[in-house]
């Protein structure tokens, strides 16, 4: 009788191991997002991107020179009409020469800074908002582009700079 309690009870445990062991593997999934009372809704790939400014040569920044214009878009989605016009305002860390410009803010670089504008490369200044930019019911793309903007002796060296976008419709 007690050898057939153990391998009863060898077989119980060996059927829940099984089912145990059955999973390949696991992780997790976190959502994030945010609920605005905007006219739009902001496509996930631009609410949190990178723009690659590039590896930009000294003597282009040199005396205020400033770099190529590197386009970025700021995608809107579900614009529900009730509005036919949006307006950018991005904020961050304003540069100690020229506060209209946002500060380079880690890595070794410096006597520059990020010199944002509008798809005419007309600048918008940090803190301020930007011309209004006409939107249509359903999906809008808002095109922008960013320079390096030299504001001082320049010192080679790699750089990061963060600014927060905020939309207003009118």
Same mark, same amino acid.
């Given at each position: 009788?007690?050898?057939?309690s153990?391998?009863?009870?060898l077989?119980?445990?060996?059927? @829940?191991a099984?089912q145990?062991?059955?999973?390949?593997?696991?992780g997790k999934?976190?959502?994030?997002?945010? @609920?605005n009372?905007?006219a739009?809704?902001i496509?996930p790939d631009?609410?949190?991107?990178?723009?690659?400014?590039?590896s930009?040569t000294?003597?282009v920044l040199n005396g205020g +020179?400033?770099?190529?214009?590197v386009?970025?878009? @700021?995608?809107?989605v579900d614009?529900?009409g009730t509005?036919?016009?949006?307006n950018?305002?991005?904020? +961050?860390?304003a540069?100690?020469?020229?506060?209209?410009?946002?500060a380079?803010?880690g +890595?070794?670089?410096?006597?520059?800074?990020i010199?944002?504008?509008?798809?005419n490369?007309n600048?918008i200044a940090? +803190?301020t908002?930007?011309?209004?930019?006409?939107?249509q019911p359903?999906?809008?793309?808002?095109?922008l582009?960013?320079?390096?903007?030299?504001?001082?002796?320049v010192?080679?060296?790699?750089?990061?700079? @963060?600014?927060?976008?905020t939309?207003?419709?009118?």
């Amino acid at each position: 009788m007690r050898m057939k309690s153990i391998v009863a009870a060898l077989f119980t445990v060996g059927v @829940i191991a099984s089912q145990a062991n059955a999973s390949e593997g696991g992780g997790k999934v976190t959502f994030t997002g945010e @609920i605005n009372s905007g006219a739009c809704s902001i496509a996930p790939d631009s609410v949190d991107q990178t723009v690659q400014m590039g590896s930009i040569t000294s003597n282009v920044l040199n005396g205020g +020179g400033q770099s190529s214009p590197v386009m970025f878009d @700021i995608n809107l989605v579900d614009c529900d009409g009730t509005k036919n016009m949006v307006n950018v305002t991005f904020n +961050g860390t304003a540069d100690s020469v020229d506060a209209t410009l946002l500060a380079l803010q880690g +890595g070794h670089a410096k006597g520059a800074a990020i010199k944002l504008m509008d798809s005419n490369e007309n600048k918008i200044a940090l +803190g301020t908002a930007s011309s209004n930019i006409s939107i249509q019911p359903g999906t809008n793309t808002l095109r922008l582009q960013a320079a390096l903007q030299g504001t001082g002796t320049v010192t080679p060296g790699d750089f990061t700079s @963060i600014a927060n976008f905020t939309l207003a419709y009118n």
